[in-house]
């Protein structure tokens, strides 16, 4: 199985807490924590702070969004949510029984 560093832009789904199941885009990262945002309910100038063992880093990488936060343009929510949707993820939440049967075996 391969796995996948916190890189800026990456989709994280979120295994823990209120907003357990939601898609997310790494907006920032440090060595225990990233911060998250979805454009909706956590903007991108207020990001949610999680610690990386609760959530689940997927493959997928919105390239465009991560080339603009590196460059530091100016990111948009709108932006945030496209980003999400082109890549096959919304805001509605993804059923976390699959997700614990694909991180099982």
Same mark, same amino acid.
């Given at each position: 199985?391969?796995?996948?560093?916190?890189?800026?832009?990456? %989709?994280?789904? @979120?295994?823990?807490?209120?907003?357990?199941?939601? #898609?997310?885009?790494? %907006? $920032?990262?440090? @060595?225990?924590? %990233?911060?998250? #945002? +979805?454009?909706?309910?956590?903007?991108?100038?207020?990001?949610?702070?999680?610690? *990386?063992?609760? /959530?689940?880093?997927?493959?997928? /990488?919105?390239?465009?969004?991560? =080339?603009? %936060? *590196?460059?530091?343009?100016? /990111? *948009? +929510?709108?932006?945030?949510?496209? #980003? *999400?949707?082109?890549?096959?993820? @919304? $805001?509605?939440?993804?059923?976390?029984? =699959? =997700?614990?049967?694909?991180?099982?075996?």
């Amino acid at each position: 199985m391969a796995t996948f560093g916190p890189d800026i832009g990456r %989709v994280a789904i @979120s295994r823990a807490g209120r907003d357990r199941g939601r #898609a997310f885009l790494i %907006v $920032a990262a440090g @060595s225990d924590y %990233v911060y998250l #945002a +979805d454009g909706d309910l956590r903007v991108f100038a207020h990001p949610k702070k999680k610690k *990386l063992k609760h /959530v689940a880093l997927k493959p997928q /990488v919105a390239e465009n969004f991560r =080339e603009n %936060v *590196l460059k530091g343009a100016f /990111v *948009l +929510d709108s932006d945030v949510r496209k #980003a *999400l949707k082109l890549l096959g993820y @919304s $805001a509605c939440q993804i059923n976390m029984g =699959e =997700e614990r049967a694909n991180a099982q075996g």
